[in-house]
């Protein structure tokens, strides 16, 4: 069987990462000197016939007003699946007056009054947007408590992506688990983490700007250690950001966008393309909905606080898993031949101009050597 993957991309503009033309910058990507953003994601995703689940911060409508919505109506028009981001305390005080609701202040200890309004509004924007009822959602910074699963299950939205075991804004802990669902019928299909190193005990999460992902051999290794650990039937999950093409300066802002992390990008993309599925929201619900996909069992929202204890597991994926299956040492030959790949991919591609000028350099440096 393939084994199945789903891209995902926050897409989001907060105010300190850049000097000004946010929206311009930290999701398009367009900078004076280059241009990298989330056109350039989705051209390169639609020459692999590839599409990314693109979690967009609706919210960031109260800071930078129509922009968003245009964001929005772009991806649609795109064909790539637009779905649900929110950093809740960019919402003006005005917000909750209105409501009578006092201000959230900790997306994880939310109450049903505050998620709801809140699910309310990101579902309101979307469908004002594009007329399409929104299935998927992530907490802005993984963060999510049990008001947020059951007000997600009150607007129809059956998938959650936003537990990861690596993070620190978790009320459940259980450790790395893949899909399950939540005892009101949603379901959670974490971000991928994996154990990369024997002597480490240490986890990464497959995310495009951390180490996991520092280079195409880096980004197939972790991809290989999540299935041989969390099993074939485990779906993965890479995050990436709109600004991922870029590098955070000391001063918090992101350069512009790198021409070497847009090649990663689509090396990665070349490289799986035949070998692993990429599948969007909707085709993970059907997978698990159906039974075709597996869920490792059931939690108890009410018990999300108790870890391991509100999981029920199930036998045939527990069975499936081998958290011990540490990533192989990849032998000298064929890190060559990934090394040899790559290179292949950049002659022929969007480095040839590069390869041009290094091969007329080390052609000129021999001529000057050789004898009149």
């Given at each position: 069987?393939?084994?199945?993957?789903?891209?995902?991309?926050?897409?989001?503009?907060?105010?300190?990462?850049?000097?000004?033309?946010?929206?311009?910058?930290?999701?398009?990507?367009?900078?004076?000197?280059?241009?990298?953003?989330?056109?350039?994601?989705?051209?390169?995703?639609?020459?692999y016939?590839?599409?990314?689940?693109?979690?967009?911060?609706?919210?960031?409508?109260?800071l930078?007003?129509?922009?968003?919505?245009?964001?929005?109506?772009?991806?649609h028009?795109?064909?790539?699946?637009?779905?649900?981001?929110?950093?809740?305390?960019?919402?003006?005080?005005?917000?909750w007056?209105?409501?009578?609701?006092?201000?959230?202040?900790?997306?994880?200890?939310?109450?049903?009054?505050?998620?709801?309004?809140?699910?309310?509004?990101?579902?309101?924007?979307?469908?004002?947007?594009?007329g399409?009822?929104?299935?998927?959602?992530?907490?802005?910074?993984?963060?999510?408590g049990?008001?947020?699963?059951?007000?997600?299950?009150?607007h129809?939205?059956?998938?959650?992506?936003?537990?990861?075991?690596?993070?620190?804004?978790?009320?459940?802990?259980?450790?790395?688990?893949?899909?399950?669902?939540?005892d009101?019928?949603?379901?959670e299909?974490?971000?991928?983490?994996?154990?990369?190193?024997?002597?480490?005990?240490?986890?990464?999460?497959?995310?495009?700007?951390?180490?996991?992902?520092?280079?195409?051999?880096?980004?197939?290794?972790?991809?290989?250690?999540?299935?041989?650990?969390?099993?074939?039937?485990?779906?993965?999950?890479?995050?990436?950001?709109?600004?991922?093409f870029?590098?955070?300066?000391?001063?918090?802002h992101?350069?512009?966008?790198?021409p070497?992390?847009?090649?990663?990008?689509?090396?990665?993309?070349?490289?799986?393309?035949?070998?692993?599925?990429?599948?969007?929201?909707?085709?993970?619900?059907?997978?698990?909905?159906?039974?075709?996909?597996?869920?490792?069992?059931?939690?108890?929202?009410?018990?999300?606080?108790?870890?391991?204890?509100?999981?029920?597991?199930?036998?045939?994926i527990?069975?499936?898993?081998?958290?011990?299956?540490?990533?192989?040492?990849?032998?000298?030959?064929?890190?060559?031949?990934?090394?040899?790949?790559?290179?292949?991919?950049?002659?022929?591609?969007?480095?040839?101009?590069?390869?041009?000028?290094?091969?007329?350099?080390?052609?000129?440096?021999?001529t000057?050597?050789?004898?009149?």
């Amino acid at each position: 069987m393939k084994n199945r993957l789903m891209i995902t991309v926050d897409v989001e503009a907060f105010p300190k990462r850049a000097e000004k033309d946010h929206v311009e910058r930290l999701i398009w990507g367009r900078y004076p000197d280059g241009c990298g953003g989330i056109g350039e994601m989705m051209d390169i995703a639609d020459k692999y016939g590839v599409k990314l689940v693109m979690f967009l911060d609706y919210v960031e409508e109260h800071l930078w007003g129509e922009q968003i919505v245009d964001v929005a109506r772009a991806i649609h028009a795109r064909g790539h699946d637009l779905q649900l981001h929110s950093h809740p305390e960019i919402f003006p005080d005005a917000f909750w007056e209105e409501r009578g609701i006092p201000r959230l202040k900790v997306p994880g200890n939310a109450t049903d009054e505050q998620a709801d309004a809140m699910m309310q509004y990101l579902c309101e924007r979307q469908i004002r947007a594009t007329g399409i009822a929104p299935i998927a959602y992530r907490g802005g910074g993984y963060r999510y408590g049990p008001a947020t699963v059951r007000a997600m299950g009150r607007h129809g939205v059956r998938l959650n992506s936003s537990y990861v075991a690596t993070s620190d804004n978790q009320l459940f802990k259980a450790g790395r688990l893949p899909q399950y669902r939540w005892d009101n019928g949603c379901m959670e299909v974490p971000v991928s983490c994996m154990s990369l190193y024997k002597a480490q005990e240490k986890f990464y999460h497959l995310n495009f700007n951390h180490a996991s992902c520092a280079d195409i051999r880096h980004m197939l290794m972790s991809l290989e250690a999540f299935y041989r650990q969390m099993g074939d039937e485990a779906i993965a999950v890479m995050v990436m950001h709109s600004w991922s093409f870029s590098k955070e300066q000391e001063n918090g802002h992101f350069s512009t966008p790198i021409p070497a992390y847009i090649e990663r990008f689509e090396q990665f993309l070349q490289a799986i393309a035949g070998k692993v599925e990429v599948i969007d929201s909707a085709t993970a619900v059907r997978l698990i909905d159906s039974g075709e996909v597996p869920v490792t069992g059931v939690v108890k929202i009410a018990a999300m606080a108790e870890g391991l204890a509100a999981l029920q597991r199930t036998t045939a994926i527990e069975d499936m898993q081998n958290p011990d299956a540490y990533y192989r040492r990849v032998p000298p030959v064929e890190r060559l031949a990934t090394k040899v790949e790559s290179l292949k991919f950049e002659l022929k591609g969007t480095l040839w101009r590069r390869w041009r000028k290094k091969f007329a350099s080390m052609i000129a440096r021999f001529t000057a050597k050789a004898p009149h």
